[in-house]
C-alpha cells in the first residue's frame, strides 16, 4: 500500500441553502443548515483514502467543536490524524457558503489553518520521509507551502501542488514539482499564457482539469484530452478535490499519466452525482 502525505487545509463549511441569493441589506428564510467537514486538504486526504492509500493528513484545527469534527471524519474515514494539532484558543478553518439554484458565495475563515509554518513543518519531517508522495494546496501560507516543496525536492519525495485558491507559483519551484495539476481560469491566471503553450512547455507535469470537458496534458509529443465522463451533476463541490486524490492514488500504483487522469475523470464524475463533497466520493470498491 502506497503512503500518501496531505498537508493542507482542514474547514468545517457552513452550508445555508437560499431560495436567492441576498442583495446588500436584505433578510432571507433559508431552506436548510448544515456543518459538513470540508477544505481542500482534508478532501483529498480523503478521496485518496477511499481509494486504498495510507493517508496520513498533516495541519492543524482548532480547540472547539469544529475541529473535533473533523478529527472524528478522519478517523471514520480511515485517514491518519496524529499530525493533526489543535490550537488552543484558535478557531478552526470555517468556510461559509451560501447557495442557490443559480450561484453560491463562499466566505473562507483560515483560523487554525493560518498557523502552520517552517515550525510544524519541522515537527513532521521525520514522518515525511516515509511517504511516496505529498500533496500540497495554497489554503495554508504560501511560504510554508515552499518550505515543504524545499524539503521534499531535497530529499527526492515527489510533490504534487493544487495552487488554489489561485495565487502565484513561483517559476523556480516548477522544477521541484513533480505534478501541478489546475483548471483552465488558474492556469490562465498564473502564466497569462495560451494553455496549448504552457503544458507543452510544461509536458507531464502539468494537468489541466476542465470539467465537463475532462483534462488535457502535453505527453512529450502531443497535446492530449482526456474527455470525461457524461453523467448528471448533482453537486461539483469536491469533484476538483477528488481527482487530484484519485490521480495520485493512480500514479502510485504505476499507471501512466493518461491511465491516471482517465481515472481521475471517472473520479471526479461520480462525486458529482452526489449532494457533498467527501461523502460523494467514491472507494475502491466502486471500480
Do not use: W
Not at 26 to 43: A, I
Not at 130 to 149: G, H, K
Not at 256 to 278: D, M, P, Y
Request: glycine fraction near 8%; hydrophobic fraction near 40%; include cysteine.
Amino acid at each position: 500500500m502506497k503512503n500518501i502525505a496531505v498537508i493542507g487545509s482542514l474547514n468545517a463549511d457552513l452550508m445555508v441553502q437560499v431560495p436567492k441569493l441576498p442583495v446588500p441589506g436584505e433578510t432571507l428564510m433559508g431552506k436548510s443548515f448544515e456543518v459538513l467537514p470540508g477544505g481542500k486538504g482534508m478532501n483529498q486526504a480523503v478521496a485518496a483514502a477511499k481509494l486504498g492509500a495510507h493517508v496520513m493528513m498533516c495541519g492543524m484545527v482548532g480547540d472547539d467543536s469544529n475541529g473535533t469534527l473533523l478529527l472524528e471524519q478522519l478517523r471514520k474515514t480511515g485517514v491518519d490524524s496524529s499530525k493533526v494539532l489543535k490550537v488552543e484558543q484558535m478557531s478552526t478553518g470555517t468556510a461559509l457558503v451560501t447557495t442557490s439554484e443559480e450561484d453560491n458565495t463562499i466566505v473562507v475563515i483560515p483560523g487554525a489553518n493560518g498557523c502552520m509554518d517552517s515550525h510544524y513543518v519541522d515537527s513532521i519531517k521525520h514522518s515525511l520521509k516515509e511517504a511516496d508522495m505529498v500533496l500540497l494546496q495554497f489554503e495554508i501560507p504560501s511560504e510554508t507551502v515552499y518550505y515543504i516543496i524545499d524539503y521534499c525536492f531535497e530529499n527526492d519525495i515527489p510533490v504534487m501542488l493544487d495552487p488554489a485558491p489561485a495565487g502565484e507559483v513561483k517559476e523556480e519551484y516548477l522544477d521541484k514539482i513533480t505534478y501541478l495539476i489546475l483548471n483552465e481560469t488558474e492556469l490562465e491566471g498564473i502564466f497569462k499564457l495560451p494553455k496549448e503553450e504552457v503544458l507543452e512547455k510544461h509536458s507531464n507535469k502539468i494537468i489541466m482539469t476542465a470539467g465537463k470537458d475532462g483534462a488535457y496534458f502535453h505527453n512529450g509529443e502531443t497535446l492530449m484530452h482526456c474527455k470525461a465522463k457524461t453523467v448528471t451533476c448533482v453537486d461539483a463541490t469536491g469533484a476538483g478535490d477528488a481527482f487530484h486524490g484519485a490521480f495520485a492514488v493512480a500514479v502510485l500504483n504505476g499507471k501512466t499519466i493518461e491511465e491516471a487522469v482517465l481515472f481521475a475523470n471517472e473520479v471526479a464524475a461520480f462525486t458529482t452525482t452526489k449532494k457533498g463533497a467527501q461523502s460523494a466520493m467514491p472507494d475502491k470498491d466502486h471500480f
